[in-house]
């Protein structure tokens, strides 16, 4: 499968053919995530949806350079991926950016809020700016998050609350500025007040930025509101694919009807007698 | 008329935080729930729906404090008993809970078989072990869960079974109220379906006469309960039925609680997803009027002066705001 490379276009910013992970060998062997394909537009939020088990976050740990990739190739900005070597790793990493559905163990607990965003502008080249200009920076993050920076100075990351620290993951992601953000299950753990803000300001970051954002996900109303197009998950398969509408309101597959129905509705009649 | 299972008057619980300072968690709670209803409640992290469950248990252990009001079970007054006579009288029988995380409340070295003999016999210490089994395997086939799972342990069983276990342990002695806080957050959406059904059972069969289900998951509360209260701040501040909270919330709070939810049907995508602006209020020292004014779009001055009584509509719906009832609508009319 993997010989049969596909064209890629230039306005793709990470695509990739064949990649499969395969854990263990022999008669344990599991097959994670089993050639897919896949390719996302600059500017793009995507998502991918499956359950629990899935291969989602395989995926997205492939993705992030965090494991190897077993077969098949990724492409980054339109070159296949170099990570041979600390440096090589480093410099995508400046490309492509997380951040994880639990804040609290997101954040080094020995260093202060200042001392977090400070390594941002460092990453960035910044490190030999006036320090006026970087607070200035700071302010700026932390603004764009309705986080007070005056407030978060000289506090470490246990004296903040779970909504505060959420935000302050996209201030961070904010300074940084990647090419490709990858948001694994960044709302599952806030309640659905919060997470409408945390999205408005994805939204607000997409926009300003021209950011490609791939969500990993198992709340499909969350998917259908925020992504322009979806990949559905199955057993490390992309079952389907397209745009949000397509996918959504006309699904194909068997799992991805199973998995609208199985998400109770407010305006269409929620059937749960199919379990 | 059913019986009225539940009855809560006014309670008031308090944390005491080491530095000896009050945290009203739960600041004045009224509410009653009649046989066969279940009742929802909604709102944000840190709003005291998971401080009210634990009180409405009657149990108290520090930092939570018993401050005033009562709660009657099936006109039983609980507050004045000592722990261990609740434990004993009450919990299982009376009231059963089931935690936010229960799917991990499980000991890994037991049988579950061995729960539900524990439970049992914490009540009726003479049950024997045929009675106590042909019971659990009775219940766990009408609940539609298999009868190998009895005979296993915690860790062989999937998360959402390990859930619907728990469920099933806790509800073996048909107590009268159920409480459920966020049984089905931490699952994905096919277990979460299997609970809500395995909810819906119990409350059909009877095995449970009333429940009481706190989430912030909008849509099941929907599904799952007759009546739903928005809470806020320790206090509530609207009370209603399903579908009127649903699709026609008044407080301002619940209405942005409602524009919060999402689903994947169609027109989902062309409605903003409406966010409340600011965090809630911090309840060592509350504001003087309206809880919820300094987040409120519709706020005026006077909503900060006076604490706002509760004001309750022809049908009996209740809701707490400066505003009256026309004035709100023709606030959201003009939008």
């Known amino acids: 499968m993997s010989e049969e490379k596909k064209p890629v276009q230039n306005s793709s910013c990470l695509s990739g053919t064949g990649v499969t992970k395969i854990f263990g060998m022999g008669k344990e062997k599991t097959v994670a995530v089993d050639h897919v394909d896949f390719q996302f537009r600059e500017g793009e939020i995507v998502s991918i949806v499956g359950e629990s088990g899935s291969g989602k976050t395989t995926l997205s740990k492939m993705l992030l350079g965090l494991i190897s990739v077993t077969e098949g190739e990724i492409y980054f900005q339109g070159k296949p991926r170099d990570m041979k070597g600390y440096h090589k790793k480093k410099e995508y990493w400046k490309g492509i950016q997380a951040i994880f559905q639990d804040p609290f163990s997101s954040f080094n607990v020995f260093y202060k809020i200042d001392q977090v965003l400070l390594d941002c502008i460092k990453m960035r080249g910044g490190a030999r700016l006036p320090y006026e200009k970087k607070v200035e920076m700071m302010t700026e993050a932390c603004s764009f998050v309705n986080l007070k920076f005056e407030e978060l100075t000289n506090k470490y990351p246990f004296e903040l609350s779970g909504g505060q620290m959420q935000r302050l993951m996209i201030a961070r992601i904010f300074l940084l500025k990647p090419a490709i953000l990858l948001a694994d299950e960044p709302t599952s753990m806030i309640d659905a007040c919060s997470r409408a803000t945390i999205l408005d300001m994805l939204l607000k970051l997409r926009d300003e930025t021209n950011m490609t954002i791939i969500f990993i996900t198992h709340d499909i109303g969350l998917a259908f509101y925020i992504s322009d197009s979806i990949y559905i998950m199955e057993h490390g398969k992309f079952v389907e694919s397209g745009t949000a509408e397509d996918v959504i309101l006309n699904p194909k597959a068997a799992y991805t009807k199973r998995l609208i129905n199985d998400v109770p509705k407010i305006h269409e009649e929620w059937d749960l007698s199919t379990v | ?335």
């Open chain 2, 1 to 335: 008329m059913g019986k009225t299972m539940l009855e809560v008057d006014h309670l008031k619980t308090k944390y005491i935080t080491r530095f000896g300072e009050n945290v009203f968690a739960v600041d004045g709670i009224s509410l009653k729930i009649e046989e066969g209803k279940s009742l929802g409640i909604a709102g944000e992290s840190g709003c005291g729906k998971s401080t009210l469950a634990l009180s409405l248990m009657g149990y108290y252990f520090a930092p939570l404090h018993y401050q005033s009001g009562t709660i009657k079970v099936d006109g039983v007054n609980i507050t004045g008993m000592k722990p261990d006579e609740i434990r004993k009288k009450v919990l299982g029988n009376e009231i059963a809970y089931i935690p936010q995380a229960a799917m991990n409340a499980l000991n890994p070295t037991q049988k579950i078989i061995s729960f539900i003999e524990d439970v049992i016999r914490a009540h009726d210490p003479g049950a024997s072990k045929k009675e106590i089994y042909d019971l659990a395997r009775e219940r766990f086939e009408i609940l539609g869960l298999p009868e190998s799972v009895l005979k296993k342990h915690a860790v062989e069983l999937s998360g959402g079974m390990r859930q619907r276990t728990v469920i099933a342990i806790s509800t073996i002695l048909s107590p009268k109220v159920l409480i459920a806080d966020e049984p089905s957050s931490a699952l994905d959406v096919t277990s979460q379906k299997m609970v809500i059904k395995m909810l819906r059972n119990l409350m059909e069969k009877g095995f449970i006469k009333s429940m009481i289900f706190i989430t912030h998951e909008l849509p099941l509360l929907y599904y799952v309960t007759d009546e739903i209260m928005v809470m806020y701040a320790g206090q509530i501040v609207e009370h209603a039925t399903a579908k009127e909270m649903v699709f026609d919330p008044l407080h301002p709070y619940s209405k942005g609680l409602m524009g919060s939810i999402l689903v994947p049907e169609k027109g989902a995508r062309d409605t903003k997803l409406t966010a409340i602006p600011g965090t809630p209020p911090n309840l060592k020292n509350p504001p003087k009027g309206c809880r919820f004014a300094d987040r409120c779009r519709y706020a005026k001055p006077a909503c900060m002066l006076h604490p706002i009584a509760e004001s309750r509509l022809e049908n009996g719906r209740m809701y707490r705001c400066y505003l009256e009832e026309k004035e709100l609508r023709e606030v959201y009319q003009d939008e």
